[in-house]
């Protein structure tokens, strides 16, 4: 039997009640776990459901028990467990084997009183026997004929039960008498709260079960096993679907407290069309994509969730693992192969503007399994398919939903709350089983162009534009992938530039570093845009500027701009957390919205107008919107400079006054200056004073002569790889001894084989993270500066072999662990890229 035999409403409340914080999962043993059989001595428990107690009892945050009218050391006999599972016996009067020693002594003797009285009800009557308890005794007639156990049950109900002092339950064929009291619903309760759970599921079949199912309230779950009046909320039949219930409910509580097996992050290929971007596994599993924007939620999510999180899967029949995975060459298509089996995956690029269309092909000789999985809404939101001709339609969605598939034979199954549908295939020779998911549309029909013609075009869109760029010699076809990357981050109808692909890929597996990086930061927008411009693509950040216009004019002035906004330059909603995710590996919390967007970053001015310095450079002219908002950056430094900020790193604690941040405000200044000069234009006269004040007040606050080295902040001792901008900006002289010294202590700090951590102080989080592949691109550019060559190309070929199998970087690397870490593909890591190879190229 599987999961399908449970009721659907049951599985839905399973899955829900598997992704509370802190779960305690409570059992009755006889006719819950164990069968009811003539002999009680003979009730052992059912292996599945042992197993699956017993490994529900090992998972993180996670509490198993039983709950039995038996003696303890009769449960404890009985049902072999391990003592991970914790036993109450004596319907929840004993927790602990001595607790026969903490009677009190009046309790000892009514406990002897009871006993003899009994013993002389029970006297002749044939199948009936007493079952002697530390703190109880318990009359059984399951074994007697109704006639002689009906009037035992009368003379004790009349007699010795009305005792003061004596606690009486009643179950199935059974009367017990304890001299404590005695109550399931009680020791659920102490269990509660030893364990802190945020929610309890207990299951029972017996009349003495209802006093913990009385005890249930908010996200608890309650479910009866058999016939009979009962306050749970839902039923099962018998202690075999109890098993099954048991085995769910730790697949998927596993399943959400780590996730499935996580794939290596940097193996992940990302498909783009500049309006979103998806992500595919090694094995061509769809794990990421986010509709009708690449901000928005995900409607697939098996990347923070599992395959339960949403999931498009295709993979042979037989002999599943792929032999590779690889981008066409100069595009954005991403092939995946296995010995008979060919999968093409890409974004269309040619669609409405609100359209998501992802064009998935099948070729080969081979059976292929088809699993299609929408969530939409992060799984939040209930879904249905229908099954037509022309392919699947997704109910329950705020945006139509359609998956094209003419010629398939679908079969839908459901979880109870989201329904999946499942296909096996088979190419015929020669041609192609095309499926085509539309977001965005309901619209089921043919295709006006044909797939292979999509298929051209969209390789052609990025094949043309790759022949543009001048590309340094040094990794010359990573750089390509890189840049291709960049682009692919760019959002075309708005010109924002993403952060990243991803939100919540952690900075440590298991810890809480798991931030939203969808979104457009003025410093990394600015950052990739002159990359591009550096490979001779000026398009990028011509709509980069005009993106950032557009936010100027919703602000008082630039100086209140905040570090970052959506795709299309609005504000951040509040930062919020899906509960309902596990995250990737196990890292929770999956959170979307960004916090930082409320913080001071001083430092976004530099970068922006550096950008227009370069650009200006590569058109040969500067134009009048360019100054404008030259001016407009040199305004904010000029009123806010002074200020302490959170700097680059988005520390989430009190403001400091970064080097980083400062550096960068002369940086404004400066370039602002020599803007002015090769363009003929006019600056405001206190510019150049400013700059040269700024500099002065680096030099003099930012070097710790202690340290011998220029340091994070001007209030401390700590070291930051941002602080080697004092030199690579050209504040100061590249052999000046400082910065020297600095790049040295810097790299015995903060390096670590083939990274470079941002910092080593504590920044008020729990946990750590890994180097940061930018840092290490700023260390190679130190090396360079400081005549250390040899050093540089060591340094920098590690970090090429930190790229992923299809030439993708997330945004850390851990030395330690060896292992790919934060969200991916970064812009950080693939610009750095880029500008280390231009760097060892010249």
Request: hydrophobic fraction near 40%.
């Amino acid at each position: 039997m599987t999961a399908e035999a449970l009721p659907i409403e049951l599985r839905r409340a399973l899955i829900e009640i598997a992704r509370t914080p802190r779960l305690l999962v409570a059992c009755d043993y006889d006719g819950t776990l164990a069968p009811i059989v003539e002999d009680p001595n003979a009730a052992h428990p059912n292996p599945e459901s042992v197993r699956a107690l017993r490994s529900l009892a090992t998972l993180t945050a996670t509490t198993t028990a039983l709950i039995s009218g038996r003696a303890l050391r009769d449960l404890a006999t009985l049902s072999r467990l391990p003592s991970e599972v914790l036993l109450v016996g004596s319907h929840g009067s004993e927790f602990d084997a001595g607790f026969v020693h903490d009677l009190q002594p009046e309790a000892k003797k009514l406990h002897e009183r009871l006993c003899g009285e009994l013993e002389k009800i029970i006297s002749g009557a044939v199948g009936v026997h007493l079952e002697t308890k530390p703190a109880s005794i318990a009359v059984h007639v399951r074994r007697a004929e109704k006639a002689v156990g009906q009037p035992v049950l009368d003379a004790v109900r009349t007699g010795p039960a009305t005792w003061d002092g004596v606690d009486v339950t009643e179950g199935k064929e059974v009367i017990e008498l304890a001299v404590v009291q005695t109550d399931k619903g009680h020791a659920l309760d102490v269990l509660r709260h030893q364990v802190a759970a945020t929610a309890a599921i207990f299951i029972g079949d017996d009349v003495t079960d209802e006093r913990a199912f009385k005890r249930l309230h908010g996200p608890d779950l309650g479910i009866k096993v058999g016939d009979g009046e009962t306050l749970a909320e839902y039923r099962i039949a018998d202690t075999e679907q109890c098993s099954i219930a048991l085995a769910y409910l730790l697949e998927v509580r596993k399943n959400w407290l780590y996730g499935e097996q996580a794939v290596p992050i940097e193996r992940h290929s990302m498909l783009a069309n500049e309006k979103t971007v998806a992500l595919l596994t090694p094995d061509a599993r769809l794990t990421w994509l986010c509709h009708p924007e690449p901000d928005s939620a995900a409607v697939f999510a098996d990347l923070l969730g599992g395959t339960s999180a949403g999931h498009f899967s295709i993979k042979p029949e037989r002999n599943g693992l792929p032999l590779g995975q690889r981008y066409l060459p100069g595009t954005m298509t991403v092939e995946t192969r296995w010995s008979k089996l060919l999968v093409t995956d890409y974004l269309d690029h040619y669609g409405d503007v609100h359209r998501t269309d992802l064009i998935r092909v099948i070729n080969g000789a081979t059976n292929a399994v088809i699993e299609f999985a929408p969530r939409p809404e992060f799984g939040a939101v209930p879904v249905r398919l229908i099954a037509e001709e022309e392919g699947l339609r997704v109910l329950g969605t705020s945006e139509p939903m359609v998956l094209r598939s003419p010629g398939v034979n679908w079969e839908i199954s459901t979880d109870g709350q989201h329904e999946s549908a499942r296909a096996v295939v088979t190419a015929a020779p020669n041609e192609s089983i095309v499926l085509e998911l539309r977001c965005g549309t309901d619209d089921l029909s043919e295709s006006e162009v044909a797939e292979i013609d999509r298929r051209a075009s969209a390789g052609r869109y990025w094949s043309d534009w790759l022949a543009t760029l001048q590309l340094p010699a040094v990794e010359r076809e990573l750089c390509a992938r890189s840049a291709l990357t960049l682009r692919g981050l760019v959002h075309g109808p708005s010109g924002g530039i993403m952060a990243a692909a991803t939100t919540s890929l952690p900075e440590d597996i298991g810890g809480v570093r798991n931030w939203d990086y969808r979104y457009c930061w003025l410093r990394d927008g600015a950052m990739t845009a002159q990359s591009l411009v550096s490979v001779g693509s000026l398009h990028e950040a011509e709509a980069f500027l005009g993106w950032l216009h557009g936010v100027l004019g919703t602000v008082q002035g630039p100086e209140w701009l905040h570090p970052l906004y959506t795709l299309h330059g609005t504000n951040l909603g509040a930062e919020a957390v899906i509960d309902s995710l596990p995250g990737y590996a196990g890292s929770r919390p999956v959170r979307v919205g960004n916090l930082a967007n409320q913080q001071v970053q001083l430092d976004v001015f530099g970068p922006v107008v550096e950008l227009v310095e370069v650009l200006a450079q590569a058109r040969g002219k500067l134009t009048d919107d360019d100054w404008t908002m030259v001016t407009a950056m040199a305004q904010a430094v000029a009123k806010r400079w002074h200020e302490p900020d959170h700097g680059i790193w988005e520390e989430r604690h009190h403001p400091r006054h970064h080097l980083y941040s400062k550096v960068m405000c002369w940086v404004t200044l400066d370039r602002a200056v020599r803007i002015a000069e090769a363009f003929g234009r006019s600056t405001e006269p206190e510019w150049a004073t400013l700059r040269d004040r700024i500099r002065a007040d680096v030099l003099e606050q930012g070097w710790n002569e202690e340290v011998g080295s220029f340091t994070t902040a001007y209030d401390g001792t700590d070291l930051d790889a941002a602080s080697l901008f004092v030199g690579l900006t050209g504040l100061i002289d590249p052999s000046d001894e400082k910065f020297q010294q600095t790049v040295t202590a810097i790299e015995a700090e903060l390096r670590s084989g083939s990274t470079v951590y941002r910092y080593r102080r504590d920044d008020g989080l729990p946990g750590d993270e890994g180097g940061f592949h930018l840092c290490a691109a700023w260390m190679v550019e130190a090396y360079l500066l400081t005549g250390r060559r040899t050093e540089a190309e060591e340094l920098f070929q590690q970090i090429v072999d930190c790229a992923g199998p299809t030439g993708l970087l997330p945004e850390e690397y851990d030395p330690v662990a060896e292992r790919s870490l934060g969200n991916h593909p970064q812009a950080y890591s693939h610009l750095g890229l880029i500008r280390c190879a231009q760097l060892l190229s010249a």
